[in-house]
């Protein structure tokens, strides 16, 4: 069995606790307009490596991402879709004594159930609240999100919720009440982010000829994420959402 990887970075510090060993990993069926790795998009790109050899690759680093509360994240591209692939990853890592978190978008090809038995902790991006809104961001029907998110429902991992923030498109109070409902619908949340939109993947779109749509939208501005998160934390639980 081989995976299909993007690329190995081994030193992350914003997919999870601690230091992480980043796999991103090759291929996504959504094409969020925000995407900062549209390259990561083609399910045939990246390079293979068999499971013994990543796992070789991310024990060189155990010392460093284990002093610091640390481990080894699967990102993307969407690690859900490499189910087989990942599994057997997290077999690895579980057995190695090592926290894993799952850097996803809860849509890939299924066996969520025995995925999220072997994983730490979930980093969910929810991306819209609305069926409508979901489908001009991302360009799929929200249904494929639900096999995730109720089996997630059901599940012991630990969730963070991120979620970018795009003036005109997901910055309205409307919008962020509605996700703190679906929000609600998942136990185990720790977390919630609210990340503001900034156009710096735009290049990558001209390099590898595809259109921007967000091309002209100004980065969200910090005063308007502050109004924003406060709303979130309005009647906050004791997690703080
Ligand atoms: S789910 Fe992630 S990798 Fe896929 S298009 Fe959206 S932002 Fe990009």
């Not at 599994?87 to 004594?97: Q, T, V």
């Not at 012991?156 to 619908?185: L, N």
Request: glycine letters at 10%.
């Amino acid at each position: 069995m081989r995976g299909r990887i993007h690329s190995l970075e081994s030193m992350g510090l914003m997919d999870g606790p601690g230091i992480r060993f980043v796999v991103f990993m090759q291929g996504c069926k959504l094409r969020c307009a925000y995407c900062h790795n549209p390259d990561t998009w083609d399910l045939q790109g990246g390079s293979e490596m068999e499971p013994r050899e990543l796992m070789d690759r991310i024990l060189r680093y155990i010392p460093y991402f284990k002093a610091s509360g640390g481990g080894v994240t699967f990102s993307g591209g969407e690690p859900l879709l490499q189910s087989e692939f990942l599994l057997e990853m997290l077999k690895l890592c579980r057995a190695a004594g090592i926290h894993t978190a799952l850097d996803t978008a809860g849509v890939g090809n299924g066996r969520y159930k025995e995925i999220l038995e072997l994983t730490d902790l979930v980093i969910l991006d929810l991306k819209h609240s609305t069926a409508q809104g979901y489908k001009d961001l991302t360009g799929l029907d929200i249904s494929v999100l639900e096999p995730f998110v109720q089996t997630l429902a059901d599940s012991t991992a630990d969730v963070w919720i991120r979620h970018v923030v795009v003036p005109g498109i997901t910055d309205s109070s409307e919008h962020i009440i509605r996700m703190k409902d679906m929000i609600r619908r998942i136990l185990n949340v720790a977390k919630v982010e609210l990340i503001p939109y900034h156009s710096l993947g735009e290049n990558k779109y001209t390099e590898l000829g595809y259109s921007y749509r967000l091309a002209g939208v100004e980065p969200l501005s910090s005063e308007q994420l502050k109004i924003l998160e406060a709303l979130l934390k309005e009647g906050s639980n004791e997690a703080g959402f």
